[in-house]
């Protein structure tokens, strides 16, 4: 579905913690995800991705896991900085060939308190 | 490697008139793609340009359009403006447009009055 985002669920950490971000998707037929982090004022920027055949990818201090079954995508941040506060979306790409479409999610605000 | 580029960064209109908004992808890049963000709808995509031609288009009236150059620089352009199209609007370029991950611009700022 298309991505909805009136309120933005909210995650508040303290620096040191480990964060993890949800996401739920809607296409059963994604074959391709991908995790943005969107600082103020900036375009998202690209975190890690993952593709259907997987269910764990890890890269430094994120690590992307992915569940089919329930269609359940998570983000997990080790050792949170606070200047990993932005706003964190997760996107899929459906199955087939894209073109340069993603559906993102809403979206998820981190705050990380030092 | 330069990222890619958006001009102008903020622009301010009245309703209806139009407005065309640039975008230079990453060098070598040869699919543009182009976002509009807004907080009630968050991220949604416009349409994609690969080599002058378009080949995905999401669900927006046809005052949005848009154009790619032969060396991959992409414009798009928005008649008729409306008070809803007051948003972000974010370009991002990838290798071929497949399914790969795209890199986006840091956007344009449209408010329209």
């Known amino acids: 579905g298309e991505s909805v985002g009136l309120h933005l669920p909210t995650l508040s950490v303290q620096e040191g913690d480990n964060s993890i971000i949800n996401c739920a998707y809607s296409?059963?037929?994604?074959?391709?995800f991908i995790w943005y982090k969107q600082e103020s004022g900036k375009g998202p920027q690209f975190i890690i991705d993952?593709?259907?055949?997987?269910d764990k990818r890890q890269g430094q201090r994120v690590t992307v896991l992915l569940n089919k079954t329930v269609k359940h995508l998570s983000l997990q941040i080790a050792a949170t900085q606070p200047g990993d506060s932005a706003v964190y979306f997760c996107?899929?790409?459906?199955?087939?060939?894209?073109?340069?479409?993603?559906?993102f999610g809403q979206g998820t605000i981190l705050t990380v308190h030092p | 490697k330069a990222g890619v580029t958006q001009t102008p960064r903020y622009l301010i209109k009245t309703r209806g008139q139009q407005v065309t908004l640039s975008c230079s992808p990453i060098?070598?890049?040869?699919?543009v793609s182009w976002y509009q963000q807004t907080p009630g709808q968050g991220l949604q995509f416009l349409f994609e340009?690969?080599?002058?031609?378009?080949?995905n288009k999401g669900n927006f009236p046809g005052r949005f359009s848009g154009r790619q150059f032969s060396n991959s620089r992409s414009e798009m352009n928005v008649s008729t403006l409306e008070l809803g199209d007051s948003a972000l609007y974010l370009c991002?370029?990838?290798?071929?447009?497949?399914?790969?991950?795209?890199?986006f611009g840091s956007g344009t700022q449209l408010s329209v009055l």
């Open positions: 991002a370029s990838s290798s071929q447009g497949g399914n790969e991950k795209l890199f």
């Open positions: 296409n059963s037929a994604s074959d391709y």
């Open positions: 993952i593709r259907s055949n997987m």
């Open positions: 996107a899929e790409v459906g199955g087939g060939t894209s073109y340069g479409k993603l559906t």
């Open positions: 060098s070598g890049h040869r699919s």
């Open positions: 340009y690969f080599s002058e031609t378009q080949r």
